[in-house]
């Protein structure tokens, strides 16, 4: 079955970096273009970055471009997201989530989520 | 970017009966090469991430009960949950993918009368 696994999340302090990284088994990784979603503490869900099934192709929330990195690696079934110059209102669960296929963005399996806290 | 703007924030409900959330986007979701409306429907429980419920706007997940059903084209779009239960108490977003940067609604949250 399906799984995808986030990694990474922890307690950091604004201005520094952090790298959050998903595991996926199940399916044919290659096959399926990846996005990463994010949810503050108690709050609604937003869209952060998508990457092509070929990684070819990405693409940010205007929230995070410039600071954040969205990548894969097909031989590995990883999807990364590296975090720069982060800020307290990044403090977010971020979930990796997979869309079904190229030009059907919604997400058909989510991970668990991982919790990043920015704060000094 | 597209708004998605959900009605009410919350509602409660009594057992078995009728709830209906409401998304209207700022502007229409709808492809007119293909006709699919691009938009979607999640449920979320506490601690748990969001699971979609519909796509293309009225097409259900398989596995989703058939009480739930999607509606609406264009920029007005209805979950309807036909008979609530229990297990349905969750937040409901929307989301539209038509063009990036894809955008929720903020919420509906569902609760027992």
């Known amino acids: 079955q399906v799984e995808l696994v986030e990694s990474g999340g922890g307690v950091v302090q604004p201005g520094r970096s952090l790298r959050l990284s998903c595991a996926a088994s199940?399916?044919?990784?290659?096959?399926?273009?990846m996005h990463w979603v994010r949810q503050a503490p108690g709050k609604g869900l937003e869209w952060v970055a998508f990457?092509?099934?070929?990684?070819?192709?990405?693409n940010y929330a205007d929230s995070v471009k410039g600071r954040f990195t969205i990548s894969r690696d097909n031989s590995e079934n990883t999807l990364d997201l590296q975090m720069n110059s982060l800020r307290t209102e990044d403090t977010a669960v971020y979930y990796c989530a997979r869309a079904l296929l190229r030009g059907a963005h919604y997400f058909d399996y989510w991970g668990q989520g991982t919790l990043v806290t920015v704060s000094s | 970017d597209i708004v998605m703007t959900q009605s009410p924030d919350s509602l409660a409900v009594s057992l078995g009966e009728r709830a209906t959330i409401n998304c209207k986007s700022s502007q229409s979701v709808l492809y007119s090469s293909n006709n699919k409306n691009y938009f979607a429907w999640y449920q979320q429980k506490p601690g748990q991430p969001p699971k979609v419920l519909i796509y293309?706007?009225?097409t259900r997940e398989s596995g989703v009960p058939d009480r739930f059903s999607g509606s609406g084209s264009g920029t007005d779009f209805t979950l309807t949950i036909s008979s609530l239960q229990a297990e349905d108490v969750a937040v409901y977003y929307c989301q539209q993918y038509y063009s990036t940067p894809l955008t929720f609604g903020g919420g509906t949250k569902v609760e027992i009368k």
């Open positions: 990457i092509s099934s070929d990684g070819s192709d990405k």
């Open positions: 199940g399916f044919t990784f290659s096959n399926n273009p």
């Open positions: 293309w706007a009225s």
